[in-house]
């Protein structure tokens, strides 16, 4: 049971506010400090693994300052080859789920992004958060409860949506009509 699910369960409302919504009691400085740790824990888990050492070119950036002057910009393209095989080896930490994306006309019909335990739980905050700012009326003044109702209205697994709508299930309980077991199984 995800902490989202728990808070949820025993109505500790303010307690699932802070959680998924606290950031906006934060000032800019406190919010950036906050990224700028996030980001230089990338940097430690990218330098150990294959794809990262390619996506940073042999530096080794301690600051966020050093990684925006030794770091070139990169995009999908740099990683097609490897994602589109989905190695798995190459990756920082091994995928838990492989969400699909858009490709590109005439190039790729599809985009592979992988999908680490860790991303996913703390994207359950992120997605909760979602959830309550589309019920709330103040803050935690907001009404979720387990098993609420709601129209399914998103794509398939594997597309990242209706990756979504299966973590909302998961940790907030959301029942969607039709099921996604009915979904999937279409």
């Known amino acids: 049971m995800s902490q989202i699910t728990d808070l949820l369960l025993q109505e500790r409302y303010p307690e699932l506010w802070q959680l998924c919504c606290g950031f906006l009691d934060l000032n800019l400085e406190q919010f950036m400090k906050i990224q700028e740790q996030l980001l230089l824990e990338q940097l430690t888990s990218l330098q150990k693994c294959k794809m990262g050492r390619k996506l940073l070119h042999g530096a080794v950036p301690k600051t966020v300052a050093e990684f925006r002057e030794q770091v070139p910009l990169t995009t999908y393209p740099d990683y097609c080859s490897d994602l589109l095989q989905k190695c798995e080896d190459d990756l920082p930490a091994k995928p838990i789920t492989w969400v699909q994306t858009s490709g590109r006309s005439g190039e790729y019909a599809c985009k592979w992004v992988p999908v680490?335990?860790?991303?996913?739980?703390?994207?359950?905050?992120?997605f909760a958060a979602i959830a309550i700012f589309g019920a709330c009326s103040g803050k935690e003044k907001f009404t979720i409860k387990n098993n609420m109702r709601l129209l399914y209205a998103a794509a398939l697994t594997p597309c990242l949506t209706g990756?979504?709508?299966k973590k909302l299930q998961d940790d907030v309980g959301f029942a969607f009509l039709p099921s996604l077991d009915e979904i999937n199984s279409m």
């Open 163 to 165: 990756n979504i709508a």
């Open 116 to 126: 680490s335990r860790q991303f996913w739980d703390e994207a359950g905050i992120d």
